[in-house]
Structures are given as structure tokens and as C-alpha cells.
């Protein structure tokens, strides 16, 4: 069972805004670290690898992805 949502790894994604079946994060996402949940249908984060490189949020239209960048890389 997945929870809503984590805030330790390095994307979180607000499923309150997650369009259903949506791919354009996981597809812009250069490590895969991305997947859609088959059963809720919305994107989440799998692995806990990062490059905080951003297109996964820039590309999300309802604003749902959050890159948490650490504090040394801001």
C-alpha cells in the first residue's frame, strides 16, 4: 500500500491534483524514477534517485509535481 504522500524523497506528487493516468512527469524523467500506480492511477515516486534536473515539474499542467531540492543544491 502506497501513503499519500512522502516529503523525504526528492519529488512528491500532490494526488489531489495528479491527473489520472497522465504520463508527461514519468515520460520527462531521465533516471525512470517516476511510475503510474495501477491502482489509483496517478504518478508517484518509486525509486529515491534524483538529479533535481526539474522537467518533471515544469512539465506537470496542474502544478501536482514538487522537485524538494536540498538546501546545497538551491
Excluded at 511510475?35 to 512539465?59: F, L, N
Amino acid at each position: 500500500m502506497l501513503v499519500n504522500q512522502r516529503v523525504d524523497v526528492p519529488v512528491t506528487i500532490d494526488r489531489s491534483l495528479c491527473i489520472d493516468e497522465c504520463t508527461l512527469c514519468v515520460d520527462m524523467c531521465p533516471l525512470d524514477s517516476l511510475a503510474i500506480d495501477p491502482e489509483t492511477s496517478k504518478a508517484y515516486m518509486h525509486v529515491d534517485e534524483c538529479w533535481y534536473c526539474g522537467p518533471c515539474a515544469a512539465r506537470c499542467p496542474t502544478g501536482a509535481v514538487t522537485v524538494n531540492m536540498p538546501v546545497l543544491i538551491r
